[in-house]
């Protein structure tokens, strides 16, 4: 199975800030990862499919990027909504794999 | 608007049997591949299965292979899991989605719904 590996575990910033969070893949994934946001007692909502594409209704804040196993999203400028937790996920082999999160907390 | 509604989850001892449901509307159901991510309390998102348009192919992870049955009637606009021999370690929120992007490599998958929580335990 494809091992996603995401960093940090926990990022404290604070609004107007720049995140960057980090997903590594155990071996290449080409360009098939997603990310998603989820919020304390929701479902996860993809923001980013396809290592650079954003959903549909995601702000232009929100950026993905990489290819092969390093890939980033990137959120510009902090809103009091984006303090969230971000999954990356592969499609690119099956089982379908998450990474294990990165928290992003208002510092 | 896409609406999707778990339900059918609760308490069940060790080895029990429980069916999820999800009912959907918004849009063609018939026409969109579906999947189950799981969410074990504290916990981070796992994938569980996943099913074709039709229901003639599916897709299990390791841990619930031979003892999950993910199918669909898309007269209804339902999905079903059919949960068997289940363990302490199946205890989650269970949500399904529906495919929202495709690429070379297949579906991307977005979920809507509240979750149906599923405890597992004597």
């Known amino acids: 199975d494809i091992v996603l590996t995401q960093s940090p575990a926990t990022v404290s910033l604070s609004p107007g800030e720049r995140a960057t969070l980090s997903c590594r893949a155990s071996?290449?994934?080409?360009?098939?990862l997603a990310w998603y946001q989820q919020k304390p007692g929701q479902a996860p909502r993809l923001l980013i499919y396809g290592a650079s594409n954003r959903a549909a209704g995601i702000p232009a804040r929100f950026s993905g990027s990489g290819s092969g196993t390093d890939f980033t999203l990137t959120i510009s400028s902090l809103e009091p909504e984006d303090f969230a937790l971000y999954y990356c996920?592969?499609?690119?082999?099956?089982?379908?794999?998450f990474g294990g999160g990165t928290k992003v907390e208002i510092k | 608007e896409v609406q999707v509604l778990e339900s059918g989850g609760g308490v069940v001892q060790p080895g029990g049997s429980l069916r999820l449901s999800c009912v959907t509307s918004g849009f063609t159901f018939s026409s969109y591949p579906m999947s189950w991510v799981r969410q074990a309390p504290g916990k981070g998102l796992e994938w569980v299965s996943t099913?074709?348009?039709?229901?003639?192919?599916?897709h299990y992870a390791d841990s619930v292979k031979g003892r999950f049955t993910f199918s669909r009637d898309n007269s209804k606009n339902t999905l079903y899991l059919q949960m068997n021999s289940l363990r302490a370690e199946d205890t989650a929120v269970y949500y399904c989605g529906k495919r929202e992007y495709n690429d070379s490599s297949g579906s991307y998958y977005d979920y809507r719904g509240q979750g149906t929580l599923v405890t597992v335990s004597s």
């Open positions: 996920q592969q499609r690119s082999n099956w089982p379908l794999t």
């Open positions: 099913i074709s348009k039709s229901g003639g192919s599916t």
């Open positions: 071996q290449s994934v080409s360009s098939y």
